[in-house]
């Protein structure tokens, strides 16, 4: 769902993720100050193995929501659901996620998506995601150092 924004005072956070090669495959890593953080990190991350983020200007606001039975099902509802707003209309590539609802007693997310339709020409085409994958999937949560990490195989 579409919904409004402002332009006014947008400031896109520090990038915290990282490709690492897998076999067949690629491994996101994302990590950051919160568990939240961590998993708009490793969205985000996904976006950009998809095409040049730099290229990407924020012009629309769709919101999305996932849910899980656990927290590793939540991260991987919450990638599919980005990767399916890439991959149907509006065909939207994001390059600031934040996530608004983020509740471990229910594992629900809601999430802001920022960006735009992606447009050959104007954004480099870079690797297709086919699919989010459980394997070898890691959620670290070290609260006492302040250290959350998120790893996921794409499948590519």
Not at 35 to 63: D, H, N, P, R, W
Not at 96 to 121: A, H, N, Q, S, W
Not at 131 to 146: F, P, R
Request: aromatic fraction near 14%.
């Amino acid at each position: 769902m579409e919904v409004e924004f402002s332009k006014d005072n947008f400031l896109l956070p520090e990038t915290k993720y990282e490709y690492l090669d897998h076999t067949a495959d690629v491994q996101l890593h994302g990590w950051g100050t919160s568990i939240k953080e961590a998993f708009e990190q490793c969205g985000v991350a996904m976006f950009g193995y998809m095409t040049e983020l730099e290229y990407v200007s924020v012009e629309q606001c769709f919101e999305i929501e996932a849910q899980g039975d656990d927290l590793e099902g939540l991260l991987f509802h919450f990638l599919d659901e980005l990767l399916f707003l890439f991959s149907a209309e509006p065909y939207l590539v994001c390059k600031k996620l934040e996530i608004t609802k983020f509740d471990l007693e229910t594992f629900e997310i809601v999430c802001r998506c920022y960006g735009e339709p992606f447009e050959l020409g104007k954004h480099p085409q870079g690797t297709e995601v086919k699919a989010i994958t459980y394997s070898a999937m890691q959620i670290v949560q070290d609260q006492e150092a302040g250290n959350f990490e998120v790893f996921v195989i794409i499948d590519i």
